[in-house]
T-cell receptor, first 114, second 109 residues
Framework: DAGVIQSPRHEVTEMGQEVTLRCKPISGHDYLFWYRQTMMRGLELLIYFNNNVPIDDSGMPEDRFSAKMPNASFSTLKIQPSEPRDSAVYFC????????????FGSGTQLSVL | RKEVEQDPGPFNVPEGATVAFNCTYSNSASQSFFWYRQDCRKEPKLLMSVYSSGNEDGRFTAQLNRASQYISLLIRDSKLSDSATYLCVTSGGYNKLIFGAGTRLAVHP
């Protein structure tokens, strides 16, 4: 099993540019989560999907952030336009059909917005 | 007030020591509790679930006190490889997990 796959591993961009982060969850997992981690705020849940449907996006910072899950094997998190305060590590995680099963995290995308 | 609060540490302990971390949570309706481990520049990984009756996994013991709304993790006979950040996790509303900011442990020779 390849686990949760995220790309890119690192992204450096300039303020104002569009950034797209990608995630492939573990096959058969019905839940997909996007988290952001910073030193100041720790690990924050941005949005999660159940069976490709967004369930809770209350953690999305503002309208510049959007997430999609067009099918069970792919999700994107987009930031447009990006700002320096968006610099963080973005993790995607998936879990099986019951939430009290464990979360499987991808390796994360280190985003730096200059 | 944060939903999950932890002492950030660092806890600096020698090999072989016993160390304990506590975590408090604010949502009395939380049903699921976990400890995750995160190594530097890596993703979090599940260390163990926490059950009401307390549970043990080798050198690790987790306990839950619902009345006081805190969770603990005890590590016995610390190893150098235990050096990491330990994240306390509880279930929040709408089936989502809430992570604490983590407690950093450094085990030295």
């Amino acid at each position: 099993d390849a686990g949760v796959i995220q790309s890119p591993r690192h992204e450096v961009t300039e303020m104002g540019q569009e950034v797209t982060l990608r995630c492939k969850p573990i096959s058969g997992h019905d839940y997909l989560f996007w988290y952001r981690q910073t030193m100041m705020r720790g690990l924050e849940l941005l949005i999660y999907f159940n069976n490709n449907v967004p369930i809770d996006d209350s953690g999305m910072p503002e309208d510049r952030f959007s997430a999609k899950m067009p099918n069970a094997s792919f999700s994107t998190l987009k930031i447009q336009p990006s700002e320096p305060r968006d610099s963080a590590v973005y993790f995607c995680a998936s879990s099986p059909d019951r939430l009290n099963e464990k979360l499987f995290f991808g390796s994360g995308t280190q985003l730096s917005v200059l | 007030r944060k939903e999950v609060e932890q002492d950030p540490g660092p806890f600096n302990v020698p090999e072989g020591a016993t160390v304990a971390f506590n975590c408090t949570y604010s949502n009395s309706a939380s049903q699921s509790f976990f400890w995750y481990r995160q190594d530097c520049r890596k993703e979090p990984k599940l260390l163990m679930s926490v059950y009401s009756s307390g549970n043990e996994d080798g050198r690790f013991t987790a306990q839950l006190n619902r009345a006081s709304q805190y969770i603990s993790l005890l590590i016995r006979d610390s190893k150098l490889s235990d050096s990491a950040t330990y994240l306390c996790v509880t279930s929040g509303g709408y089936n989502k997990l809430i992570f604490g900011a983590g407690t950093r442990l450094a085990v030295h020779p």
